[in-house]
């Protein structure tokens, strides 16, 4: 199917446009059953923030206690466990930057990174946000981003695609509101919504609506052909242009005239699934990682009006299209090794993306510790910066706040295991990592601590 005036997926299982009156109107089934789990990190995720209270709400403090009344009948987010987590649905964020000694935190402290993900018996609702730059305000609007995002389609209702569509833009319009009321920076948005097949013959439908860079994607195991990664919004942004590192593109916040979102790189798209496929929201922490630009074994292809740098002849040319699917393969990669080792689960590939950003940056997170160590021993700022800019950054990976959030497609039942068994997962990703083995599955905590 494509859309006319506009980018499409050359596949008939996914619909991607920039434009939403271009959005397929597919029949859709109803999101139905009990909540399996609730799950938000890192930290508290999604419940720290305080929004605002509008006319019709009692004014109190959201958290995990305090029961907040909606037109005085329904309970908000404040009521439900966050911590309740699913090997159907799972959420990690981890900080993959070096310690800073000088400070004793970890560099770029707090976690400006958000998700928040409920499973259904049948459906799911995933949202993941980053926010843009570093500190307190950048951590709060990806934190109202994702509260006001789940808070607005946990209750909409939708009989088609293009209705749930319109839902989304409405929950991303929220989430703009609470981000100015609550003072936060500005913050990416990506949200999901898995609804089950409206007939017997129809398929799962995953509607997706992207505001920056934090992108979905879809892991179909029995999907015919070597390509069973697809990035879902990769034809909406088409192929002509080679991505640029730390630049977003699009955010909600304060971002344009102090009060306005910039919408310039939102994107939405309309995926047909079948039982057991895997679908994902991640930041660009975690698939900038598997850019072969961000490898160093590659250079983006482009009209050359200067000689390359040092070392860049040496290295192949890829156009923006082949960079991006080599992208997805390495994920592919990632995902089958995982499958290899044991049985694929949300968690299970939580932790197998995870491992593999950390281990992708461990010298250079190590590398950038020495530069701090040395800074500290002689107090010279400038040789400091002198062996970050020369050194450090001409090692492969790119040390970011990274961030997934899973769902396996298909009904699903309460895990046996209740959350407090769950045990936590180690702090420091450069030294330890999360165990794929048989005896670790189901066993895991989902966010960094």
Same mark, same amino acid.
Not at 51 to 57: I, K, V
Not at 293 to 313: F, G, H, T
Not at 395 to 400: A, F, V
Not at 410 to 424: C, F, K, T, Y
């Given at each position: 199917? *494509?859309?006319?005036?506009?980018?499409? *997926?050359?596949?008939?299982?996914? &619909?991607?446009?920039?434009?939403? =009156?271009?959005?397929?109107?597919?029949?859709?089934?109803?999101?139905?059953? #009990?909540?399996?789990?609730?799950?938000?990190?890192?930290?508290?995720?999604?419940?720290?923030?305080? !929004?605002?209270?509008?006319?019709?709400?009692?004014?109190?403090?959201?958290?995990?206690?305090?029961?907040?009344?909606?037109?005085?009948?329904?309970?908000?987010?404040?009521?439900?466990?966050?911590?309740?987590?699913?090997?159907?649905?799972?959420?990690?964020?981890?900080?993959? &930057?070096?310690?800073?000694?000088?400070?004793?935190?970890?560099?770029?402290?707090?976690?400006?990174?958000?998700?928040?993900?409920?499973?259904?018996?049948?459906?799911?609702?995933?949202?993941?946000?980053?926010?843009?730059?570093?500190?307190?305000?950048?951590?709060?609007?990806?934190?109202?981003?994702?509260?006001?995002?789940?808070?607005?389609?946990?209750?909409?209702?939708?009989?088609?695609?293009?209705?749930?569509?319109?839902?989304?833009?409405?929950?991303?319009?929220?989430?703009?509101?609470?981000?100015?009321?609550?003072?936060?920076?500005? $913050?990416?948005?990506?949200?999901?919504?898995?609804? !089950? +097949?409206?007939?017997?013959?129809?398929?799962?439908?995953?509607?997706?609506?992207?505001?920056?860079?934090?992108?979905?994607?879809?892991?179909?195991?029995?999907?015919?052909?070597?390509?069973?990664?697809?990035?879902?919004?990769? %034809?909406?942004?088409?192929?002509?242009?080679?991505?640029?590192?730390?630049?977003?593109?699009?955010?909600?916040?304060?971002?344009?005239?102090?009060?306005? !979102?910039?919408?310039?790189?939102?994107?939405?798209?309309? $995926?047909?699934?079948?039982?057991?496929?895997?679908?994902?929201?991640?930041?660009?922490?975690?698939?900038?990682?598997?850019?072969?630009?961000?490898?160093?074994?590659?250079?983006?292809?482009?009209?050359?009006?200067?000689? +390359?740098?040092?070392?860049?002849?040496?290295?192949?040319?890829?156009?923006?299209?082949?960079?991006?699917?080599?992208?997805?393969?390495? @994920?592919?990669?990632?995902? %089958?090794?995982? =499958? =290899?080792?044991?049985?694929?689960?949300?968690?299970?590939?939580?932790?197998?993306? @995870?491992?593999?950003?950390? #281990? @992708? $940056?461990?010298?250079?997170?190590? %590398?950038?510790?020495?530069?701090?160590?040395?800074?500290?021993?002689?107090?010279?700022?400038?040789?400091?910066?002198?062996?970050?800019?020369? %050194? /450090?950054?001409?090692?492969?990976? #790119?040390?970011?706040?990274? $961030?997934?959030? /899973?769902?396996?497609?298909?009904?699903?039942?309460?895990?046996?295991?209740?959350?407090?068994?769950?045990?936590?997962?180690?702090?420091?990703?450069?030294?330890? &990592?999360?165990?794929?083995?048989?005896?670790?599955?189901?066993?895991?905590?989902?966010?960094?601590?």
């Amino acid at each position: 199917m *494509h859309l006319p005036g506009n980018h499409s *997926h050359p596949t008939s299982e996914n &619909y991607a446009t920039s434009v939403v =009156e271009n959005v397929p109107d597919l029949e859709i089934g109803a999101i139905s059953g #009990k909540i399996v789990s609730s799950y938000s990190g890192p930290d508290e995720g999604l419940i720290t923030v305080t !929004p605002l209270c509008e006319q019709q709400r009692t004014r109190c403090k959201i958290n995990g206690a305090v029961r907040v009344l909606s037109n005085g009948t329904k309970a908000s987010l404040g009521q439900k466990p966050w911590k309740t987590s699913h090997s159907g649905g799972y959420g990690m964020s981890v900080s993959l &930057y070096e310690t800073d000694y000088i400070n004793g935190c970890l560099k770029g402290d707090p976690n400006a990174d958000c998700f928040g993900i409920v499973v259904f018996e049948r459906g799911a609702i995933l949202a993941i946000a980053d926010g843009v730059n570093w500190g307190e305000k950048s951590r709060k609007a990806a934190q109202c981003a994702i509260h006001a995002a789940i808070e607005t389609l946990i209750d909409a209702e939708a009989r088609t695609s293009r209705q749930m569509i319109a839902n989304q833009v409405k929950a991303a319009m929220r989430a703009q509101e609470m981000i100015l009321e609550c003072g936060g920076a500005s $913050t990416t948005l990506c949200t999901m919504v898995v609804t !089950p +097949p409206a007939d017997r013959s129809s398929s799962w439908i995953a509607s997706t609506l992207c505001v920056g860079d934090s992108l979905a994607f879809a892991y179909c195991p029995n999907r015919k052909g070597k390509v069973k990664l697809l990035d879902l919004q990769n %034809e909406a942004r088409g192929n002509e242009h080679q991505r640029v590192l730390n630049d977003c593109c699009g955010s909600l916040g304060p971002v344009l005239q102090g009060t306005l !979102p910039d919408w310039g790189n939102r994107s939405f798209c309309i $995926t047909k699934l079948s039982t057991d496929d895997f679908v994902f929201l991640a930041t660009d922490g975690v698939y900038d990682n598997f850019d072969p630009v961000v490898r160093k074994i590659a250079v983006p292809l482009l009209d050359r009006k200067s000689p +390359p740098v040092e070392n860049e002849e040496q290295l192949i040319e890829l156009s923006a299209e082949d960079r991006r699917k080599q992208i997805t393969a390495n @994920m592919q990669t990632v995902v %089958e090794s995982s =499958e =290899e080792m044991c049985p694929l689960t949300a968690r299970t590939c939580c932790a197998s993306f @995870m491992n593999s950003v950390s #281990k @992708m $940056t461990d010298t250079k997170r190590n %590398e950038a510790t020495k530069a701090q160590l040395e800074l500290m021993c002689s107090m010279d700022h400038q040789k400091y910066a002198k062996t970050y800019m020369t %050194e /450090v950054k001409k090692i492969p990976g #790119k040390l970011d706040h990274a $961030t997934i959030v /899973v769902y396996q497609v298909g009904q699903h039942q309460r895990d046996s295991m209740a959350p407090d068994e769950v045990q936590s997962l180690p702090v420091d990703l450069g030294f330890h &990592y999360y165990s794929l083995s048989k005896d670790a599955i189901g066993s895991q905590s989902g966010s960094k601590n």
